[in-house]
């Protein structure tokens, strides 16, 4: 099975800096996702991390260690529309079915 | 065309109507999938269509079947629901080998 953890809430300021941990333990991995999810909205597909590193993308970045089962997404330069639920998913070999953690609660405050 | 199209985007069903769900997408994706949240909570996989092959039911209840028409078609029947079963339901798509999921907008669904 997998079990996958991320924090419930954070809350940071605009402007700020923040980062979105995320432990897995799974099988057969093959890859780690990030989603983003507005309150009554679909998730939208942030970054993907499958060999070790950071990878950045605009204001995201994601960094994975497969070692240590470890993830991270960081948010630059925050903004208010920032303000959503973060969701780490973990897919292992079978078919690309993916795992979601139960998400983070970012809260961005002026 | 870079969407994943879902409808009705909300439905109201009894407990003895049956009704489906639609999921269209024309990125020429080859999995499609059927997952189901409920509020505060994160997606939880029912089905996974591979090559329009059924790959993975994680042990969903018979009322709720799946149907892959075509590559580009992903339906779910729903018959005899409960009301726990309110939810959205969310259809996504991605290419085999680990890519990331493209979402359509979902069904929200209300059992009454």
């Known amino acids: 099975g997998q079990n996958i953890d991320q924090p419930t809430e954070m809350t940071a300021t605009e402007g700020a800096i923040v980062q979105i941990n995320c432990t897995y333990q799974?099988?057969?991995?093959?890859?780690l996702f990030w989603y983003q999810q507005h309150a009554g909205e679909a998730p939208t597909f942030l970054s993907y991390n499958v060999l070790d590193g950071l990878e950045e993308k605009g204001r995201f970045s994601s960094f994975l260690s497969r070692s240590k089962g470890y993830s991270y997404l960081l948010l630059k330069e925050l903004q208010m529309k920032d303000s959503a639920s973060y969701l780490c998913a973990v897919t292992n070999t079978n078919a690309g079915k993916s795992t979601f953690g139960d998400g983070t609660t970012l809260t961005v405050k002026p | 065309d870079t969407e994943v199209t879902q409808t009705p985007k909300h439905l109201v069903m009894g407990m003895t109507n049956k009704k489906s769900l639609k999921c269209e997408q024309h990125?020429?994706?080859?999995?499609m999938y059927w997952y189901k949240q409920k509020a505060k909570k994160p997606p939880e996989l029912m089905f996974v269509y591979s090559y329009e092959k059924l790959s993975i039911n994680e042990s969903v209840p018979s009322r709720f079947s799946p149907e892959c028409p075509n590559s580009s078609l992903l339906n779910l029947h729903l018959h005899a629901l409960q009301p726990e079963d309110s939810a959205l339901y969310l259809c996504?798509?991605?290419?085999?080998?680990?890519?990331?999921?493209?979402f359509g907008s979902g069904t929200r669904l209300t059992v009454v």
């Open positions: 990125m020429g994706h080859r999995a």
């Open positions: 799974t099988s057969g991995f093959n890859g």
């Open positions: 996504a798509s991605s290419q085999l080998g680990g890519n990331g999921y493209t």
